[in-house]
Structure formats: C-alpha cells, structure tokens
C-alpha cells in the first residue's frame, strides 16, 4: 500500500499519533467525553491512515490511466495522417477524399492552446498541466472525429492496406480503447473526488473531525492540569491545521 501523503493532511495525522503518545503518559487524562478517550481518538488516527492511503491509491490510479491514455493517444495524429496518404492514392473521385481530408483537419487541430491555470487542488487531481485548444482538441472529440473518419473509410470498398494497424478493424479496435481509456480516467478521476471528501470529512468535520478533536484533547489536559502546566505545555506545541497550508 501506497504510504506517501500529501504534506499538510500527513503532518496533522502524524501529529495525532505524536498527540496520542503524549496523553498515553498522563496518569490523569480520564475525560468522559467519548470521542476524546484514548481507545477513540487512537481509532480516528487509524481511520486517518486508511483514509490517506485511499486517496493516494486512487491518486496513483488516475494517474496511470491518464498516462495510458496519452500513450494511446501518442500515435493518433500521425496514424490518421497515414490512414489520409493511403486514401490519396486511391484517386478517390466521390468527394469522400475531401470530407477524409476534412475529418483529418478536425484531429490535427492547430498548434494554438491557452493553459488553465488550476483554482485549487482537487481540480488539478488528474492533469499536470491543462489546455484548452481552439480547435476542439479533447481527447473525446479527437476519438469522435476518429470514429467518423472510420465510418467513412468503411464505405470505400478498394480501401484495403497491407499495413496491420491501417486496416480498418484494426483501426476500429484502436478507436475503442482510445474511448475506453478515457471513460477509465474519468472513473478514476470520480473515485479520487469521492476520497478527497471522505479525507476532508474525517479530517476537518465541524464536531468529530481530526483537528476539532485534536483541539479538544488538549483543552480537556488544560482544564485538568493547568494552562502552566508541563503538560500542557508538552501538547500545545503540537500543531494542527485546520487546512492545508
């Protein structure tokens, strides 16, 4: 299981387990409070751990699928400019040359793109760097033109290369893994979402979250030996944060 964690979610559990050992060594820490007894606040770090390696797993996940689908995706531009050279000397007279050409046009695209720059963390979960093209280069609609393209190479009856990965149920298998590779980052993408907010939940809910409770572990030291107290002391020094700096 995956064991790296993102730096202030990871500190605030490690600071936890530290804020457990502390009050394990304090003779008088008896609060009545249940989610504040020792057996459940050490539950809520273990459930904190769990939670962590969830969102990496899935983090890992996302990753790998998009890496696969840009992999697939590599060849694309120059697997159809191939697929168009081989129509050329087909002397096509029926004007099915000229939509394949116009199809061709949709999947180049141009070289014109705009980066978005990310608004937060969770919406920059599965891409390093996005763009927006303006030529409605998405990797969907790049396998949609694929797919029209294919439709139309279909109907040329003398289409028909000696070249593997140019023949048309080839091609056909090529574009259905190009639409499952992303459908696959898209649900690995919905997963991670749904383990960032189980993160969230568990770390900072208003009443049982991990840094209320943390909070309130050390307030219940202060009332029971003093705000001069060493122990006190000892344990306000322990940081958590309400969100990640």
Do not use: C, W
């Not at 120059?78 to 002397?91: A, F, G, Q, Y």
């Not at 009856?157 to 056909?172: F, G, H, S, V």
């Amino acid at each position: 299981m995956a064991t790296q964690y993102e730096t202030g979610h990871a500190k605030n559990v490690a600071n936890l387990q530290k804020l457990i050992e502390q009050i394990t060594t304090y003779t008088q820490y008896n609060p009545s409070i249940e989610n504040l007894k020792i057996p459940a606040v050490t539950t809520l770090y273990t459930n904190a751990i769990a939670v962590l390696n969830n969102v990496t797993d899935k983090k890992n996940a996302n990753k790998n699928a998009i890496h696969l689908r840009q992999e697939l995706n590599k060849d694309l531009k120059s697997k159809v400019t191939r697929i168009i050279n081989h129509l050329d000397v087909l002397n096509l007279i029926d004007g099915k040359f000229n939509q394949a050409k116009s199809i061709n046009k949709l999947i180049q695209g141009t070289k014109k793109t705009i980066k978005v720059v990310p608004e937060s963390e969770e919406q920059n979960e599965n891409e390093n760097e996005k763009t927006k093209s303006t030529s409605r280069q998405s990797f969907t609609e790049t396998a949609e033109n694929l797919s029209k393209l294919l439709q139309l190479v279909a109907t040329i009856e003398n289409y028909n290369p000696n070249i593997e990965d140019l023949k048309i149920e080839n091609l056909n298998t090529y574009q259905t893994n190009l639409v499952k590779a992303t459908q696959q980052v898209n649900k690995t993408e919905a997963e991670l979402n749904t383990e960032l907010i189980n993160r969230n939940k568990l770390l900072y809910s208003n009443e049982n979250g991990l840094y209320e409770i943390a909070q309130n572990v050390k307030k219940y030291v202060k009332s029971v030996y003093g705000a001069t107290s060493p122990e006190y002391t000892n344990v306000s020094k322990i940081r958590f944060t309400s969100k990640e700096v």
